[in-house]
């Protein structure tokens, strides 16, 4: 009797050696990313405008992980120059950037102009940047950029329109970029991650401008926070398969990590948009 055997096999990207950019690393989910990357063998080169805390970074990991792994650079992403200096220093030290993490973020309503130069703003720039350097139809080697958007880029949120804001764009952009039609020539997959609200340093209230502190912190208590792990797993699973293009990653205390969306690439190009929710 033959036997019914349905076997899938999935190739995932194998991030062993592959040379990472990501913004606002220094702690947060930025940090987090990095560890778990330095983690599965590969070499990372993060930024930050928090010198200090990107220094002390840098000399824990490169303890933990090994000197040659794991490289800081200050800078200050809502400038288009240090953060071009920033990107090309990486693809120096690292020899090739495959996966790019435009991470960096601002929760700061009484500073929209600065909110959308660092969440939308960097996003795009680190975006466009990449992906001159890793088109395969110019030389890259293809590769993968992550946006980290968040819930706020799905839905309004009355508490921070200006942050709700630049997270939209970020979504706007990302797979916009995703539909290019000449996604098969160039081989740079487009993903946005919106995580519901994790404990970072963005949760610290002192922060968030003149906002209304007490409601924010009675909001907060009644929500919950999804773990940083959960939210870096979900960066891993958006990295990791490599026919997902336009992937909107939802990770919430309610629904866990699900695809909003996603466009999965055919071998023969760009394949139609898959739309596995709504809202
Ligand atoms: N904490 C949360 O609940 C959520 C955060 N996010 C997003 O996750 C990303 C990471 O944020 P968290 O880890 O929560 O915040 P965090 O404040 O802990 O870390 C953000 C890092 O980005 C750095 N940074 C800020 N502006 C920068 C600039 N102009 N140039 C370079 N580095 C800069 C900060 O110095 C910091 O080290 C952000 O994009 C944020 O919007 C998304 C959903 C939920
Ligand atoms: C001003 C609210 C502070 C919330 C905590 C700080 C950072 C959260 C960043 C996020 O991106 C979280 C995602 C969406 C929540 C945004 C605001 C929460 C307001 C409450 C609500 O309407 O859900």
Redesign the pocket.
Known sequence: MLEDINTVIVIVMDTRDKGVFL??G?????RGIVVKLLSLGAKVFF????VE?GKATQVELQTQYGADVVFFQP????DGEQHKAAFDAAVSTLGAVEICVN?????AEDKWEKVLA??AG?HIRGSLLALEHMRRDRGGRGGVIIN?????ALYPKSICPSYTAS?HAVIGFTTSWAMNPDHKDHGVRWCCLC????Q????DLKRLGDLDTDTIAEILQKQGFVEISQVVEGVMKLMRDPDNNGAILEVSLEKGARYRRRQVVDRDGVSDLVVVDTY
């Open positions: 913004t606002g220094a702690q947060g989910l930025g930024v930050d405008v928090d805390r800078a200050d992403v809502s991470n960096a973020g601002i929760m660092v969440n960097s980290v958007a968040s819930l706020a997270k995580p519901a609200t994790f970072s340093g963005m949760v």
